[in-house]
């Protein structure tokens, strides 16, 4: 049987230049996807216990009333994870027909999106008094970075490249209203920046877009922590949406045109639990909820035709359960695992940039206290951390914004691997 369908030599022909921007334009939203590994030390309990204070300053990302739990003078914290993701794409059919019969066949039907990153997060705090700690924390909260691996991939149309880069700077207070008892708030002062976004680059004719925007927003912070009897430490907190009006370039092989578009970013709310079990022996655990449902569908003005991001993702959930053992007065062991419900769970929700599914997180780590480094840091202790991420397989059906544009279905699959290294200390 003869199948009736277009070639990939007719579709470039039809596909305007609202192909390549509704696809590029998904792709560089999906890059708001948060960055999790926001702390050495809780990654190695799989963050567990994260929103609830304690040895770590890298708590009061998630709840920043644990600032609280600075030492007296000027403390510090930085941290370092290096994401080593593996992110398979595979065309399966075009308009329903298997993409070995079809003009596509004869392209790469499998690609790999992962690329590696390095990620830092930094955080200082300062004690006025025994009730008042002044503190700051520097993240990079979202972002995305991933390229296919071919030139000569079947599914190019539905995007190839993208680059999203932020940075979060939380200024914080937490104060002590009660004995065991510290709330704290903060300002999210955001920089967000759409660097590159490109559909295909110019091979064989194909069309080209890419995208540069950026925007300055503003969000805040809230926490509370409770210790209510020795050994026992409950954090909640609370970061904001931020909304941005990107504002940037789209060029095509063509014109060039100005263009924004509304993003609201999802705001989470984190809570956690340390226990104490037994003299060193602590268990740890977190329940965490982001409302990326939030993200809907987000209209793209300027574009060459009326156009807009149909996201309709679902909201995520993390479950985290972990513990740690101090081995000795300068080791402690951590371990952890957590489940974590992606906001795609539909084929026609999952970006072939991001074939993201729900995750399964095994983690360990450790802290040793190496004590003064060269007269310039006082009490150092470093913190190392691994995790592996298995991600379930998930599905797409992705059809770009154009009439004569094919739909492709296909399959994911993915995992991460995370390696990283921190230290904490006094000056």
């Known amino acids: 049987m003869r199948h009736a369908f277009q070639t990939p030599r007719t579709v470039r022909a039809t596909c305007s230049a609202v192909i390549a921007l509704s696809a590029t334009a998904g792709s560089a939203m999906a890059g708001g996807f948060e960055v999790r590994e926001q702390s050495t030390y809780f990654q190695g309990m799989s963050f567990a216990g994260a929103a609830a204070g304690g040895s770590s300053l890298s708590s009061m990302f998630w709840n920043p009333a644990a600032a609280g739990y600075a030492e007296q003078g000027l403390s510090f914290e930085s941290g370092y994870s290096l994401i080593i993701p593996r992110a398979d794409v595979t065309v399966e059919e075009v308009n329903g027909v298997p993409v070995e019969l079809t003009g596509f066949g004869a392209l790469d039907t499998s690609v790999d999106f992962g690329r590696d990153a390095l990620v830092p997060a930094s955080y200082m705090a300062y004690r006025l008094s025994n009730d008042l700690v002044l503190a700051m924390s520097i993240n990079s909260q979202f972002g995305l970075s991933t390229k296919s691996d071919s030139k000569q991939w079947a599914g190019d149309i539905l995007g190839r490249t993208s680059k999203v880069f932020s940075v979060n700077a939380a200024p914080t207070i937490a104060y002590q209203i009660a004995p065991g008892v510290q709330v704290g708030a903060g300002l999210q002062l955001q920089y967000f920046d759409l660097v590159r976004f490109s559909s295909a680059v110019p091979v064989a004719g194909r069309p080209t877009a890419a995208l540069d925007g950026d925007d300055f927003g503003v969000g805040f912070t809230l926490g509370v922590n409770f210790t209510p009897a020795a050994g026992t430490s409950i954090g909640i907190g609370y970061r904001s949406s931020i909304s941005h009006d990107l504002k940037g370039d789209f060029s095509t092989p063509g014109p060039t045109f100005p263009i924004s578009a509304d993003l609201d970013l999802p ?24 409302n990326w449902s939030r993200l809907g569908v987000i209209p793209i003005n300027g574009a060459p035709q009326p156009t807009s991001l149909d996201f309709q993702w679902e909201d995520g959930w993390y479950f985290a359960v972990g513990g740690e053992y101090d081995y000795s007065a300068d080791l402690t062991l951590r371990a952890g695992f957590a489940y974590e419900i992606s906001p795609i769970d539909d084929p026609s929700q999952r970006l072939v940039q991001l074939p993201d599914d729900d995750r399964y997180w095994l983690s360990a780590g450790a802290s040793y206290k190496v004590g003064d480094v060269m007269g310039l840091l006082r009490d150092a202790t470093v913190d190392l951390a691994y995790s592996h991420v298995f991600v379930d397989e998930g599905n797409f059906e992705r059809h770009p914004a154009a009439a004569a544009a094919p739909v492709f279905t296909g399959s994911t699959e993915s995992a991460v691997d995370i390696i990283s290294i921190g230290i904490r200390s006094k000056l």
Not at 276 to 290: D, L, Y
């Open 267 to 290: 705001e989470k709310i984190t809570a956690s639990l340390i226990q104490a079990i037994m003299p060193g022996v602590r268990a740890s655990a977190t329940v965490e909820w982001t």
